[in-house]
DNA sequence: CTGTTAGCGCATTCAG
DNA sequence: CTGAATGCGCTAACAG
C-alpha cells in the first residue's frame, strides 16, 4: 500500500522540506526505484528507452542524488582524505593542488585534514575520516602511530604515503629519496670549494625530513673532512622572515661561515633578501643553498640554487596510483621515486 | 531472536570483515544502542555509570562510529565544502587554512572542490557536495549561476560568501569592498603625484575582482583629471613570471608610465625583482603599488606598497559564522567587513 | 535517564 | 534487461 506509505513518510521525515528522493524520481518515470539507480551509475545497464525516460525524470524534478545514502548502502563514498602536517607550508600546498586537481577530475572529492605535526592528532584524525568510509587515504610521510599504521593496513583499502621514500610504507609509497636531496646539496657546495659550511632550519623538532637531510648533510661535510657540526635552528615555523633571522644569528655566531644549506626554500629565500638590503655579497662572502624549487627562487637576485621537489607531480602521480587501484587496473602495493633535481644557480 | 539475526548478518554483510558496529559495543556494555549512541553524542543525557561502561566497550572493542550512517539517520555530516576558484592562487590558500583550522577545532571536515573560474562547475560541484548532507556551505564570492543561488537558498542551511562583499548575498557574507580597495590604491598613487599610472593584471577574463578594482582606479584617475585608460594585461595565472612579463611589456609600449597599480602582489613582486636585475630603480623611475599584503612584500628591496587583505582572517571569520548558526547561537542573515589596510612603504 | 520502534535513501543480492 | 525484497549503521521520536 504504497499511498499508505506515503503518508507515514510526511510525518515522520525530520527535516521539513521533502527533498527529491530517487523514489520520486521512479514513480515520476514510472519504473523501479533500481532502475533509476541503475540508469544513473550504471547506464550501460539500462536500455536506451528507459534510460531516457529516467534522465528525463531527474531533470525535471531535479534531483540530486544522497551521496550519503548511496556510502551507507554501498559501504563507500567518492570521498579521499588528505591528511598533511600544515595548510601554512606552500609544500603541502602544491602537493594538494595536484591530488585535488587529479581527483576531482575523476569525480572524487578531497576531504582535508590537518595534523599540525601532531601524530596523536594524526590518530584522531584518521579514525574520523575512516568513518565517512572513504575510497582511499592520502597520507604525508611514513612516520605515524602504530595504531595508526594498523587501523590503516587492517581496513584494506588503498593508502597513500607521500613525501619521503622508504622502505615500510603502509600500502603506496610516493615521493622522493629525501636524505640523498640533502646530501646531494651538501656535496654540491663542497665541490664547490666552500669549507665552513653551516645548516640552517626552523621547527626541526617537528619536521623529521629536515632533520634527515641535516643528518645527510653532516656525513658528506665529515668525510670530506670538514665541520658537520655547523647548525643553526630555531623552532619558527618557516617563513621568509625566520629565514632572516636565523641568517643574521648565525653570520654573527660564526662570522667564518662561507655557505649556508637552508632547509628550505623559505629561509634561504628570506636570507638573500636580507642580505641585498645589507649589502652582504652572495656567494662571495657567503653562499646560499635552498630546498623546495619555489618559484620564486629563480626571481631572487642571485637566483637561488636548490633541490627542485616536484610537489605538484606527486600529488597528482598519488591521486593517480589511488585512482588506479580503485579501478583495479593496478594489484600490488608500489613505490614510485619521482626524483629531485639540483637546481644550479648564482646563489652557490 | 538475536543469534539468528547475527547469523544472516555475517552472511550478508557487503565488504568481508566485520567492523565493529554500534550494536557490537551495545552488546558488550549490555546496553541499548540507542544508549551507546547518546554517550557518545550527547555524554551529559547519561548517567555516569552507563557512561563509564560504554566508554570501556568502546576502547576495548576499538570501535569507530561509521559517520555515514549517523550522517544518514540524522540527515546531517560534519562536513563543511568550501568552494574555491582555484587553489593556486595564494589568496584563497590563506584563506582555506583559516578556514580548516577553525572548523577542524570544532570537529567539522573541510570538503575542498575548485572551479578553476567556471560557474558552470560551480553548479555541477555545489549539487554534488549538497548529497554530503553537509552542514553548511562556505562558497568563494558572489557570482553564481542563478541555479546555484536558488539551489543553495531553498537547501536553508547556513552558506557563507567569502572575499567580495555586497547587498544581495545568499545567506552570510564576509569579506572587503573590493572595489574600495582598488580606489584605495589609486588615490595613494595620485597623492604621491604620479600622474601616468597603468593598471597591471593578468587572467582578469576570469577574475572578476580584479575587474572590479581597475573599473574604481580609473575612475580615481578620471576624477583626478587623469588618463585612466591605461591598462595592460595577459591571460596568463597570477606569477612572478607573469608579472615580470606584464611590467617589461607596458615599459615598452609605454615608457613614459611614471606608476603601476598591480592587480596583486605576486605580479608586482615579479616586477619589482625584475626591475633589479635590470637596474631599473623603483620608485624613481616606476612606483610599484601590489594588492594581497603577501609577507614578501616586506622583505622585498624596495619593499612593496600594497593593500593588505585579512585572508587568514576571513577563513576564520566564515569558520565563526558559520559555526555561531550552527549552535544557534546567531540567528539572521548578516555580512562582516573586515576591511583592509593601506601598507605603504618605499616602492611608491 | 533508558529503551523500543521505525526508518533515513540508496544499492546489493537474487529472481525473473 | 528489469524488479522485489532487504538491510547498510545509526539516530529521531516517543514511551516508560
Redesign the pocket.
Known amino acids: 500500500m504504497p499511498s499508505e ?1 506515503l503518508a ?2 510526511e510525518r ?4 521539513g522540506e ?9 514513480r515520476h518515470a ?13 547506464p ?4 536506451t ?3 531516457d525516460r529516467v534522465d528525463q525524470a531527474v531533470k525535471t524534478l531535479g ?14 563514498t567518492r570521498v579521499i582524505p588528505v591528511v598533511v602536517p600544515s595548510l601554512s607550508i606552500l609544500t603541502f600546498i602544491e602537493v594538494i593542488h595536484g591530488i585535488q586537481q587529479t581527483l576531482e577530475n575523476a569525480g572524487y572529492q578531497v576531504l582535508l585534514g590537518s595534523t599540525d605535526y601532531d601524530l596523536n592528532r594524526e590518530a584522531a584524525l584518521v579514525d574520523s575520516v575512516l ?1 565517512y568510509s572513504p575510497s582511499g587515504v592520502i597520507m604525508t610521510g611514513l612516520h605515524h602511530r602504530d595504531t595508526t599504521i594498523d587501523r590503516l593496513r587492517a581496513w584494506g583499502r588503498p593508502v597513500v604515503e607521500l613525501m619521503e621514500l622508504g622502505t615500510s610504507y603502509i600500502d603506496m609509497n610516493v615521493g622522493v629519496e629525501t636524505s640523498e636531496a640533502g646530501a646531494c646539496m651538501a656535496s654540491h657546495l663542497v665541490e664547490r670549494g666552500y669549507r665552513r659550511i653551516a645548516f640552517l632550519g626552523t621547527g626541526m623538532d617537528r619536521d623529521y625530513r629536515a632533520r634527515y637531510r641535516y643528518h645527510a648533510h653532516r656525513e658528506v661535510l665529515e668525510r670530506a673532512g670538514l665541520d658537520g657540526s655547523l647548525l643553526f635552528q630555531n623552532d619558527e615555523p618557516a617563513s621568509y622572515e625566520a629565514g632572516r633571522r636565523v641568517f643574521l644569528e648565525a653570520l654573527e655566531a660564526q662570522p667564518d661561515i662561507d655557505a649556508i644549506h637552508f632547509a628550505n626554500d623559505n629561509l634561504a629565500a628570506g636570507a638573500i633578501m636580507e642580505a641585498n638590503r645589507q649589502g652582504i655579497r652572495v656567494p662571495d662572502e657567503v653562499a646560499i643553498g635552498g630546498y623546495l624549487g619555489l618559484s620564486l627562487a629563480e626571481h631572487l637576485t642571485p637566483r637561488l640554487t636548490t633541490v627542485v621537489l616536484p610537489r605538484f607531480e606527486m600529488g597528482v602521480r598519488a591521486a593517480e596510483m589511488l585512482l588506479d587501484r580503485l579501478a583495479g587496473r593496478e594489484r600490488h602495493a608500489q613505490r614510485v621515486d619521482l626524483g629531485y633535481r639540483l637546481a644550479v644557480r648564482e646563489s652557490t
Open positions: 506509505k507515514n513518510r515522520r521525515r525530520h527535516q521533502h527533498r527529491v528522493t530517487l523514489e520520486d524520481v521512479a514510472g519504473v523501479a526505484p533500481i532502475t533509476v539507480s541503475r540508469a544513473l551509475n550504471t550501460e545497464k539500462v536500455s528507452k528507459l534510460r534531483y540530486v542524488p544522497n551521496l550519503i545514502a548511496g556510502g551507507l548502502a554501498s559501504a563507500g568513518g
